[in-house]
T-cell receptor, first 116, second 109 residues
């Protein structure tokens, strides 16, 4: 049973370009979470999705960032017109249950985005 | 608001016992998680506490006191490979986790 798969592991983008980060949850998991980790900072929640639905996007910047989790295929975190401040590690996690039933979330290896 | 505090760094010797503390103030509480994260790698799940008391799992144990907003992770028989960042995180009620900044543990020979 493969774990949470994220790709690419490393992504370099020039300012103004778009970044697309992909996450395939563990088999049987329908709850996906995206977190961002800046150097010397803790993981910060961005968005929580269930198949085809955004459940909680309270941690997402209002502009340039979007996320989706289609019925088929991986979850995508999209950052438009990237700026240097977007450079960070982006982690995806998945769980089999959500809400109050969530007792364990598994993380992917992360995508390290560098904006030059 | 949400606030989770844990020490920034700790050092210990191989074979020793170390306790990493975590205090939290959150708007809701639906369980506390501990994760281990080696540099450049994914956080790895260690433990989950939702009721008061001690949960033991091999060399690692985790304790929770909900009335005090306090948890600790206890690592016994430390090994060099335990050098990592240890993350305390709270599920404040709707599944998403609020993380502390992590405690960097350095185990020396």
């Amino acid at each position: 049973n493969a774990g949470v798969m994220q790709n690419p592991r490393h992504l370099v983008r020039r300012r103004g370009q778009e970044a697309r980060l992909r996450c395939s949850p563990m088999k049987g998991h329908s709850h996906v979470y995206w977190y961002r980790q800046l150097p010397e900072e803790g993981l910060k929640f961005m968005v929580y999705l269930q198949k085809e639905n955004i459940i909680d996007e309270s941690g997402m910047p209002k502009e340039r960032f979007s996320a989706e989790f289609p019925k088929e295929g991986p979850s995508i975190l999209r950052i438009q017109q990237v700026v240097r401040g977007d450079s960070a590690a982006y982690f995806c996690a998945s769980s089999i249950h959500g809400g109050q039933e969530n007792t364990e979330a598994f993380f992917g290896q992360g995508t390290r985005l560098t904006v030059v | 608001g949400q606030n989770i505090d844990q020490p920034t760094e700790m050092t210990a010797t191989e074979g020793a016992i170390v306790q990493i503390n975590c205090t939290y103030q959150t708007s809701g509480f639906n369980g506390l998680f501990w994760y281990q994260q080696h540099a450049g790698e994914a956080p790895t799940f260690l433990s989950y506490n939702v009721l008061d008391g001690l949960e033991e799992k091999g060399r690692f144990s985790s304790f929770l006191s909900r009335s005090k907003g306090y948890s600790y992770l206890l690592l016994k028989e430390l090994q060099m490979k335990d050098s990592a960042s240890y993350l305390c995180a709270v599920n404040s009620g709707y599944s998403t986790l609020t993380f502390g900044k992590g405690t960097m543990l350095l185990v020396s020979p």
